[in-house]
């Protein structure tokens, strides 16, 4: 069965000090991967997505994740915070076999000071 | 290139109510999923649509039920409403209608049960 744990459910850092969004997955063939941020009061975007190609995926806003299949991690990295980052991440498998199954965490949400 | 459009984008009921949620998929998708996000917990999978039928379902009674039209445009009924049934509901859309694609999301539509 599928299910996904966001390690954080809160993340505070200053901004321009490195950011670490942690989460790992249970999944029992090859998932696919996402991180979602959603804004206050707006719709979710996509960060980022891994799809068995390379295991360092580059997002938007300078985001990243790094999947490990040996730890079963696909942890959300940023070099530098910016004050708009601040926001709730969601990281989230997906998976086709034996039908569409879209599993969220339950959400990070970071906290970002001045 | 309009993005993923629902309505209403808020709306409030009384518990034994029916309603009806509304959404347009991105321009080129013929996909539309269905999410539940109540306050403070990640989204729940509901249903997706595919060629105006359901496709795959998540955990949730009967009392949810969809359609979608040829345009792809879709509808989320839920009827007997109850206090439980307060939440954002999210609409989603993908494109070309299998696999684990990225899905595009919708400001959502905030339901709230008195």
């Known amino acids: 069965a599928q299910s996904v744990t966001q390690l954080d459910s809160h993340v505070s850092v200053s901004e321009g000090t490195p950011v670490l969004l942690r989460c790992n997955y249970s999944s029992s063939y090859s998932p696919s991967l996402f991180w979602y941020v959603q804004h206050p009061n707006k719709g979710l975007q996509l960060l980022l997505k891994y799809t068995s190609a390379a295991t360092l995926v580059k997002g938007i806003n300078g985001f990243e994740a790094e999947f490990k299949k040996s730890e079963t991690s696909f942890h959300l990295t940023k070099p530098s915070a910016h004050m708009s980052d601040a926001a709730e991440y969601f990281c989230v498998v997906s998976d086709v076999t034996g039908g569409f199954k879209t599993i969220f965490g339950a959400g990070t949400r970071l906290f970002v000071k001045a | 290139d309009a993005g993923v459009t629902q309505s209403p984008t808020h709306l409030i009921k009384t518990r034994g109510q029916q309603v009806t949620l509304r959404c347009s998929p991105k321009?080129?998708?013929?996909?539309v999923s269905w999410y539940q996000q109540a306050l403070g917990q990640g989204p729940q999978f509901i249903f997706q649509y595919y060629e105006e039928e359901e496709r795959q379902r998540g955990n949730f009674p009967d009392r949810f039920s969809g359609h979608q039209f040829p345009n792809y445009s879709s509808e989320l009924n839920v009827n007997a409403l109850l206090l439980g049934d307060s939440a954002l509901y999210l609409c989603?859309?993908?494109?070309?209608?299998?696999?684990?694609?990225?899905?595009?999301f919708g400001p959502g539509t905030r339901l709230l049960v008195l």
């Open positions: 989603a859309s993908s494109s070309p209608g299998q696999g684990a694609e990225t899905q595009y």
């Open positions: 321009s080129g998708h013929d996909t």
